[in-house]
């Protein structure tokens, strides 16, 4: 079945330092989705992206698309304490909506 | 609107017993998602629904896990019985087809089975 892995699975950094996390699937997206969750929340969805290279811009968040369609990034500019929690990466393999969540990697921001 | 409302947030339950979760999607979503959360599985897809009709449920655990969506606001999930390592989070999620909107999750039920 479909795999989506993420790495790394943590990442402390220090205020200010940019941050990068990695989504690889097994199999070609339909398209990737990006969320956000805080600790002791749920999942806030961040952005979506379809096209195959694209690439969209939140403020100091840049997210990517590759090539392929089997993998996905997202970087923080500058990280901030605010940015803190658990970054997942999601996506359907197909025309579907059935919404695979990756591993996820929690960003640790000490001030 | 409120978003997804699911309830109750917490329940601590008993192994054996029955334990119903619910969830109300947002009004006009015509895709309702199950998932649970730990720390070992991550966000694992239950089943979703798609006009109140189950797509997928090969997610399900066990025969002890049924799903059901009587409407479109509506939907249960249902652990009979229930065993302590059903302890998790479970989250609702809603979304509207079409739209590059994503899904809403609901704030979750915390699950304990002791």
């Known amino acids: 079945g479909q795999q989506v892995m993420q790495i790394p699975q943590y990442q402390h950094v220090q205020e200010g330092e940019d941050f990068t996390t990695y989504c690889n699937s097994s199999?070609?997206?339909?398209?990737i989705q990006w969320y956000k969750q805080r600790p002791g929340g749920h999942p806030v969805f961040l952005i979506q992206?379809?096209?195959?290279?694209e690439v969209k811009k939140q403020k100091r968040l840049t997210f990517q698309f590759g090539e392929a369609k089997k993998n996905s990034s997202l970087h923080i500019t500058a990280t901030q304490t605010t940015d803190v929690g658990t970054y997942f990466c999601?996506?359907?393999?197909?025309?579907?909506?059935?919404?695979?969540f990756g591993s996820g990697t929690r960003l640790l921001v000490r001030p | 609107d409120a978003g997804v409302i699911q309830s109750p947030r917490h329940e601590v339950t008993e192994m054996g017993q029955e334990v119903t979760l619910r969830c109300k999607p947002i009004?006009?979503?015509?895709?309702l998602f199950w998932y649970r959360q730990t720390m070992m599985r991550g966000l694992e897809l239950l089943i979703y629904?798609?006009?109140?009709?189950?797509?997928?449920d090969s997610g399900m655990p066990e025969d002890r896990f049924s799903a059901k969506m009587p409407n479109a606001s509506f939907s249960t999930l249902k652990i009979q019985p229930s065993e302590p390592r059903d302890s998790a989070v479970y989250f609702c999620?809603?979304?509207?087809?079409?739209?590059?909107?994503?899904?809403?999750f609901g704030q979750g039920t915390r699950l304990t089975v002791v």
């Open positions: 629904f798609n006009n109140n009709v189950p797509i997928d």
């Open positions: 999620a809603s979304s509207l087809s079409g739209r590059f909107v994503g899904a809403f």
């Open positions: 992206l379809v096209k195959s290279g």
């Open positions: 999601a996506g359907p393999t197909d025309s579907s909506y059935k919404l695979i």
């Open positions: 009004s006009g979503h015509d895709y």
């Open positions: 199999t070609t997206l339909s398209n």
